[in-house]
C-alpha cells in the first residue's frame, strides 16, 4: 500500500516558508504566532 506523501511535502514547504519569514522580523510578534497557529 502506498503512501501518498503530498500533504507531508506542501506542509513542510509551508513551515519552510513561515521559518523564513519569521528570521527575517524575529520581532514581529503578530507573525510569530499566526504561524504558530497555523501548524497547531
Not at 511535502?9 to 503578530?30: F, N, V, Y
Request: aromatic share 2%; charged share 40%; net charge negative.
Amino acid at each position: 500500500m502506498a503512501v501518498d506523501l503530498e500533504p507531508l511535502e506542501r506542509a513542510i514547504a509551508r513551515l519552510r516558508e513561515g521559518l523564513a519569514r519569521h528570521r527575517a522580523a524575529p520581532e514581529d510578534e503578530q507573525l510569530r504566532d499566526g504561524l504558530i497557529q497555523r501548524f497547531e
